[in-house]
């Protein structure tokens, strides 16, 4: 019994050969996540906030996510006989999994994560929106590379190497987006838009034409590998338009709903702003008094930066 | 003169935990610590394009870099003098019908698993790139091992997946026994194993390539990619021979 996918020179076969180091860390980080949230629950009973479940939920179906993407089938087709399911692989790592794992993930538990390991300087540099968007990039283009493919896809360890690398750029594509250390995140909406559509739909078209027009198989690996089906050419071809459009349902999907949600928060605003009939000339007269900001103000904080105030009574009032 | 901030004001009770990371606490970074910043993200930059840029050189192999992809023979190997029956049914003089051809000379059999199929293919793909010099007299003669089996209409079925100008040799299997030894490649095996789909037969899987003048001086082995191909087959037909 194999623990990781490898290509392999036999003949394809649908007998089920499941790989062992896949199960161990599915399974590891299932109990793991159980175990430390049950740990801070009964810790920080308080910080319950209602949404254990949908999170227990999520980080459940990323987990499926990656061994879906990992054990047999898909790695094994993936790992030494189509290129297509190769790039299917890399879309579920990156555009699945992680994303999901990272919905799954709650802040205290990230935070934890970063603290121990002390990383929270490490993190917070790759995870800035132009570094993860140049990063994913340099995986995307770096793994995919005849001579990185070749050479990887030849070993288990070499996969598992592959896989983890793809997890963690999924990772770090996400991570400005919907990560749970929440003032790392892109700070507005439509930052977020441009950040998505730059780093993940953009950027992979090109080399996704480079593979889809490619005249002959660029992957050593695949073209000689035992068929499955279709031609070394053709699997290749898929896996070009895998990459360059494959990716549009999520990311399109994704900048939809966050431009939909800035947008209805727009609105809230908006009619929050709309003084009331009756209230006008009140309203005017409070904020003739109350919503000045003073440039000498913010230079005197020392740090230029915009602190809350400290309520005091006469704020209130 | 009174002036407030105009800030959203959280709820004096709720507890925030505090962010990560200096520059988030609001202090200044410091001179070095922005220095140590902007060198970390170079780093992290040029180390990525330096991969890239290793990755792609190393995937392009240059004719000039590379010499044939196969295996230069030691002495040239005279094309064997083979009569078999091809898939019309008609003897086939493999010397008179490919003369003045460059000419590629393989044994298998049409339910070989793996390397049969890939051969056809790589090879299929280096002709269609060749283009118009396809018709320069590249001529692909598979001879079968498993005569039981490939009869003339399921062999010529079986090479038209690939290209309908390849030619597909039977015969008794003393014929193609004798075919093999006159080819210089170690005679096919039955596999006594069976598979689901029935057994498979273990047979010499290079590639030998004839050149005009009736002489073979490369072996391609299984393995040699369609680049490959192109690249040694556009130089076999402009007569050009190992050194």
């Known amino acids: ?317 | 003169m009174h002036a407030k901030l105009l800030v959203p004001m959280e709820s004096p009770t709720t507890v925030e935990t505090p962010p990560l990371g200096a520059e988030d606490a609001g202090a200044e970074p410091s001179a070095a610590a922005r220095r140590r910043l902007i060198w970390t993200i170079a780093g992290i930059v040029i180390g990525g394009l330096l991969l890239v840029g290793i990755g792609l050189l190393a995937s392009e192999r240059s004719a000039a870099e590379s010499e044939w992809a196969g295996t230069v023979l030691a002495s040239p190997q005279a094309k064997p003098e083979i009569v078999l029956t091809d898939t019309s049914g008609q003897p086939y003089d493999l010397r008179a019908e490919t003369a003045g051809t460059t000419t590629i000379l393989m044994f298998g059999y049409t339910s070989c698993p793996d390397v049969c199929p890939i051969n056809l293919a790589s090879l299929d793909g280096a002709l269609d790139e060749l283009g118009d010099n396809r018709s320069n007299g590249v001529r692909v003669v598979f001879v079968t091992v498993d005569p039981e089996r490939d009869t003339p209409e399921v062999l010529r079925r079986y090479l038209d997946q690939f290209d309908s100008n390849f030619v597909g040799l039977t015969g008794t299997p003393e014929e193609i026994r004798a075919a093999q030894a006159a080819a210089d490649v170690p005679g096919a095996v039955r596999d006594p194993q069976t598979t689901p789909d029935g057994y498979t037969v273990g047979h010499a899987s290079q590639l030998i390539a004839y050149q005009p003048d009736g002489q073979a001086r490369i072996v391609y082995p299984f393995g040699t990619r369609q680049s490959d191909w192109t690249r040694d087959l556009r130089r076999l037909l402009t007569g050009e021979q190992p050194s």
């Open chain 1, 1 to 317: 019994m194999r623990w990781w996918c490898v290509a392999v020179n036999e003949s394809w076969s649908w007998v089920p050969r499941p790989y062992l180091g896949v199960w161990v860390l599915c399974i590891g980080l299932l109990v793991s996540h159980a175990v430390a949230t049950r740990r801070h629950q009964r810790r920080h009973p308080e910080s319950l906030d209602g949404r254990e479940g949908r999170r227990a939920v999520w980080f459940a179906l990323g987990v499926g996510m990656l061994w879906l993407a990992s054990d047999w089938p898909v790695g094994a087709l993936g790992a030494g006989y189509l290129s297509s399911i190769h790039m299917l692989q890399y879309m579920l790592y990156t555009l699945g999994a992680a994303p999901l794992m990272m919905l799954g993930t709650p802040e205290w538990m990230a935070r934890a994560i970063v603290e121990r390991t002390h990383s929270a300087a490490a993190v917070r540099l790759l995870t800035r929106p132009l570094v993860a968007a140049i990063l994913f990039n340099l995986v995307l283009l770096a793994t995919h590379a005849p001579v990185s493919v070749d050479t990887l896809r030849s070993t288990q360890v070499g996969n598992f190497v592959l896989d983890m690398i793809w997890l963690f750029s999924g990772l770090l594509l996400w991570a400005p987006v919907i990560g749970p250390i929440t003032e790392w995140r892109a700070r507005s909406a439509p930052a977020r838009i441009v950040y998505l559509f730059c780093a993940a739909a953009l950027i992979p078209m090109i080399p996704g034409g480079f593979i889809a027009f490619a005249s002959q198989p660029l992957y050593g690996t695949y073209e000689l590998a035992p068929r499955v089906g279709v031609s070394a050419l053709d699997d290749q071809q898929m896996a070009g338009v895998l990459m360059k459009i494959g990716n549009i349902p999520i990311i399109w999907a994704v900048m939809g709903v966050i431009w939909f949600r800035w947008y209805e928060s727009e609105q809230r605003s908006a009619r929050r702003r709309q003084p009331v009939r009756g209230a006008r000339s009140a309203a005017a007269s409070r904020t003739a008094d109350v919503t000045v900001v003073s440039r000498e103000t913010v230079a005197a904080s020392g740090s230029g930066r915009i602190e809350p105030p400290t309520p005091t009574g006469a704020d209130l009032n």
